[in-house]
């Protein structure tokens, strides 16, 4: 079973600045079926990132996300302060899991 | 905008079974199928299981395996989790989620709270 590891647990950044978020695999994740997700207090999860590096609907271009494998990253190039929440990466397909998840939190 | 309705806040006893509806708003259908995922306090996001028509297939995690079985009415495009003899640590939100071929949960409903309590 693969499992999905995400870091840091906590990023502590302020408006304006840039965000790198990780998701690491134990195993490669075939056809990259990986999507990130953001998610806000009290509310259900927003699709940002899917295929790995696809942008979902209505998502502004300051989300990226890159990688292939086994080692992910979802960009945030220049943070707004309706960035701050916590964010997970997921594997779809067969066998899916969520990583853990990372709060960004306003420095 | 199509929204994903579900059925509202549940209070169970330990060992009985919960049933949670989603559906599309108005006239929209779900295309291809429903994924259900459930975040227990404070936690993360666990995938449960899913169901896609289409390919008349179902899945489910091997954690609820057994105790879930998800369906969908066709006629009325409504999905369905049942999940049976529960426990406190079922004690969660449960989502659901349109899903497309790959399984890539899309657009999510306003989640049902499952509190199980003696």
């Known amino acids: 079973e693969i499992v999905l590891t995400q870091s840091p647990g906590t990023l502590s950044l302020s408006p304006g600045e840039r965000a790198t978020l990780s998701c690491r695999a134990s195993q490669s994740i075939t056809r990259g079926n990986l999507a990130w997700y953001q998610q806000k207090p009290d509310q259900a999860p927003r699709l940002l990132i899917f295929n790995a590096s696809s942008r979902a609907t209505g998502i502004p271009d300051r989300f990226s996300g890159s990688g292939s494998g086994t080692d992910f990253t979802l960009t945030i190039s220049r943070l707004e302060p309706e960035d701050f929440a916590v964010y997970y990466c997921?594997?779809?397909?067969?066998?899916?899991?969520f990583g853990q998840g990372t709060k960004l939190e306003i420095k | 905008q199509v929204q994903l309705v579900q059925s509202g806040a549940e209070v169970k006893k330990p060992g009985s079974s919960v049933k949670v509806s989603c559906k599309a708003s108005g006239d929209a259908f779900i295309t291809y199928g429903v994924i259900w995922v459930r975040q227990t306090p404070g936690q993360g996001l666990e995938w449960m299981g899913g169901?896609?028509?289409?390919?008349?297939?179902?899945n489910y995690a091997q954690k609820v395996q057994g105790r879930v079985t998800i369906t969908m009415a066709e006629s009325t495009g409504t999905a369905y989790m049942d999940l049976t003899s529960l426990t406190s640590e079922d004690t969660a939100v449960y989502y659901c989620?349109?899903?497309?071929?790959?399984?890539?949960?899309?657009?999510w409903g306003q989640g049902t709270l499952v509190t199980v309590s003696s």
């Open positions: 997921h594997q779809y397909g067969s066998s899916p899991i």
């Open positions: 169901i896609m028509p289409i390919f008349r297939t179902t």
């Open positions: 989620a349109t899903a497309n071929l790959n399984g890539l949960p899309i657009l």
